[in-house]
């Protein structure tokens, strides 16, 4: 007795289907149930990758450079906002990204972080008010004019 399989080959051969390289694409697709298809305007995943990553970074820094422009805004005005926040050193800048990088890579880099602005804001708070404003506003207005 000779036995039939219940289930049919749809599967094509790499020459009836156009290409070897289709034949992988749907094979990996197979494989793990989801479209060899590639989401973004280039058809390669590493462009659209970079694309994706250069707006994020473009729209994080325009958000973050507004919402410190509004934190100054108050005290300092509007040009003199746009002043302090686009005359950074490279050094602060670098130092800051940095730090932002170590704190949100690790819970113990979160904790460290957090613990030195914690001393910091309670050591600036220590001060007289007078004193740690004066010495706030020095560092502004040399940021300003740089």
């Not at 399989?5 to 034949?23: I, L, Q």
């Not at 494989?31 to 994020?56: C, H, R, W």
């Not at 507004?66 to 602060?92: C, D, F, P, W």
Request: aromatic fraction near 2%.
């Amino acid at each position: 007795m000779v036995r039939k399989s219940a289930r049919k080959s749809t599967a094509k051969a790499p020459e009836a289907s156009g290409s070897v390289t289709d034949a992988g694409g749907k094979a990996i697709a197979t494989a793990t149930g989801e479209s060899d298809k590639v989401f973004g305007p280039s058809p390669n995943p590493a462009t659209n990758l970079i694309i994706q990553d250069v707006a994020m970074r473009a729209s994080g820094r325009l958000m973050r450079h507004t919402v410190e422009k509004g934190l100054l805004r108050g005290r300092y005005g509007g040009h003199g906002a746009k002043a302090i926040v686009e005359n950074r050193s490279i050094a602060q800048t670098v130092v800051t990204g940095l730090l932002a990088r170590y704190a949100t890579r690790s819970i113990p880099g979160a904790v460290l972080i957090g613990g030195g602005l914690v001393v910091k804001t309670l050591y600036d708070r220590s001060r007289s008010k007078r004193e740690a404003r004066r010495s706030g506003d020095r560092t502004i207005a040399k940021m300003a004019k740089d």
